[in-house]
């Protein structure tokens, strides 16, 4: 990320929006595969959540780094949207295996 231009800005960004929409999404996929009592997609789709949030931290390390060495990182809207996205999902996912718990103990 040394040439951090405004296109790679969005795409770094964009890369935070998608992982962290992706993680969300495959948090709710495993909570309905748990509602039907599939425990086994559940937790295959739980993995790949967590695979979804591994990536976007890896994003968000990348900028850290930038701001530890002294390369600002300018904050836009569409940054704080793609941070919101991935908060949401961390806190979806939370929910989900709380949810997945749950579903196994009324069985």
Request: aromatic content about 4%.
């Amino acid at each position: 990320m040394s040439d951090f231009n405004d296109e790679k800005y969005e795409e770094v960004v964009m890369g935070l929006i998608v992982s962290g929409g992706n993680a969300r999404s495959l948090a709710m996929e495993a909570i309905q595969a748990a509602k039907a009592g599939d425990f086994n997609k559940g937790g295959t789709l739980m993995e790949e959540c967590e695979e979804a949030l591994a990536e976007a931290h890896n994003i968000q390390t990348e900028l850290f780094q930038k701001e530890i060495r002294g390369e600002h990182v300018q904050v836009m809207l569409l940054m704080v949207h793609a941070q919101d996205h991935l908060m949401n999902a961390i806190v979806v996912k939370e929910m989900a295996l709380e949810i997945i718990d749950l579903y196994k103990k009324m069985q």
